[in-house]
């Protein structure tokens, strides 16, 4: 049974070390070495990630089976791109098992926790980042009601990738 809880200050180590070996796991086999390297030493280290964990406007959210913890999600409140503007929405910015957990429903119990905690907090939609070339994480995105709306550029290391921006509306806006 996965369980979620909302991640404290005290959590910091443990999500920072699942955040980069999670982001390295999903995406090592599709970049060069270089470029993932470059990323996890400059964006992706672990002082930055650290720092993360309890930052203001940033919500942590940690998925357990038994005592394992097998994953996590990152929530950012008040983060809304132009595209979105009027909205109120929240952000997930990342959402990860680690590689044994996936296909084992670890994702469905973060997005349904997090849709959850948007309708909790009044939003009007929910929104999140995807690579272009992730079709795997596009259809559970789009499973769950997602839509494309956006696109906008990530670079990881020197290399500029494209990322979908995808919506899912909770309630009209007004």
Request: aromatic share 10%; net charge negative; no cysteine.
């Amino acid at each position: 049974m996965i369980t979620i809880r909302v991640a404290t200050k005290d959590d910091a180590e443990l999500i920072a070390g699942m955040s980069r070996q999670t982001f390295y796991d999903t995406f090592a086999a599709h970049n060069t070495k270089e470029n993932m390297d470059r990323f996890l030493s400059e964006t992706f280290n672990h002082d930055v990630l650290v720092a993360e964990v309890g930052a203001p406007d940033n919500i942590f959210l940690l998925a357990y089976e038994g005592d394992e913890p097998i994953g996590y999600a990152r929530l950012r409140d008040n983060n809304i791109p132009p595209q979105l503007a009027g909205a109120d929405a929240l952000e997930i910015a990342r959402l990860y098992a680690v590689k044994d957990a996936i296909g084992k429903g670890v994702g469905k119990a973060l997005m349904q926790y997090s849709i959850d905690m948007a309708i909790e907090k009044n939003k009007q939609a929910i929104w999140l980042g995807v690579w272009q070339e992730n079709h795997r994480a596009i259809r559970f995105y789009q499973q769950w009601g997602f839509e494309k709306f956006s696109t906008h550029v990530f670079i990881l290391g020197d290399d500029p990738q494209q990322d979908w921006l995808m919506k899912k509306m909770l309630k009209s806006p007004g």
